[in-house]
């Protein structure tokens, strides 16, 4: 059995220098991933502060949750929304 490159038809015949991306490629993909990682830490802070409401039944019913509704949030993960 004899296995074939993958053919890359698109950067074929071109240059290092021609791949290349702009600098502004560079920076919009950083703060695309610096927002992403802030909406993470934000996400988990959130998370944790509604586990501790969890303890006041009042607390809870001023936001509109159920405490299993707030513990259910509460326990995802912070990469999902």
């Known amino acids: 059995?004899?296995?074939k490159a993958p053919h890359e038809p698109a950067l074929a015949?071109?240059?290092l220098a021609d791949t290349t991306l702009p600098e502004t490629s560079y920076?919009?993909?950083l703060a695309a991933c610096l927002m992403t990682v802030?909406?993470?830490m934000a996400r988990s802070s959130q998370r944790r502060a509604l586990h501790e409401l969890t303890q006041?039944?009042?607390l809870l019913s001023d936001?509109?949750?159920t405490r299993e509704q707030?513990?259910?949030e509460a326990a995802k993960p912070f990469w999902r929304r």
Do not use: F
């Open 1 to 3: 059995m004899s296995v």
């Open 63 to 65: 936001i509109g949750l």
């Open 27 to 29: 920076a919009s993909a």
């Open 13 to 15: 015949g071109l240059s």
């Open 70 to 72: 707030a513990l259910r």
């Open 56 to 58: 006041d039944k009042h």
């Open 38 to 40: 802030a909406a993470c």
